[in-house]
């Protein structure tokens, strides 16, 4: 099996910083994308930063120069450095992380349970 916990959520005041952390663990043999998406209430799931296949990183177009994504392979972490936050920031924000397992060539998807970022005065 394959464990995401993710940590680092609240509330904070527009303007503020959060950091989110997520550390997967289980029998990973190797992993590939890892990424941050997000899921405001009556909004679909949205993409809002990954480390590509490739080892780019991508960000949705609401979040470049406030949001810095980073991982840690040995650590098997991907955090998420959220500055400048918005209200329009609020949502909940779940982990992704795309991984091997010991003994199988399948790659697969993984997601944590979210962690919830209000952003409010």
């Known amino acids: 099996q394959v464990q995401l916990v993710e940590s680092g959520g609240g509330l904070v005041q527009p303007g503020g910083s959060l950091r989110l952390s997520c550390a997967a663990s289980g029998t990973i043999f190797r992993v590939n994308r890892m990424g941050w998406y997000r899921q405001a209430p009556g909004r679909e799931r949205e993409l809002v930063a990954v480390?590509?296949?490739?080892?780019?990183?991508n960000y949705t177009d609401s979040v470049k120069g406030r949001f810095t994504i980073s991982r840690d392979n040995a650590k098997i972490t991907v955090d998420l450095q959220m500055n400048s936050l918005k209200p329009e920031d609020t949502a909940t924000y779940y982990c992704n992380v795309e991984v091997r397992k010991l003994g199988d060539p399948t790659w697969m998807n993984y997601w944590g349970k979210g962690t919830l970022v209000t952003v409010s005065s």
């Open positions: 480390f590509t296949r490739s080892g780019n990183t």
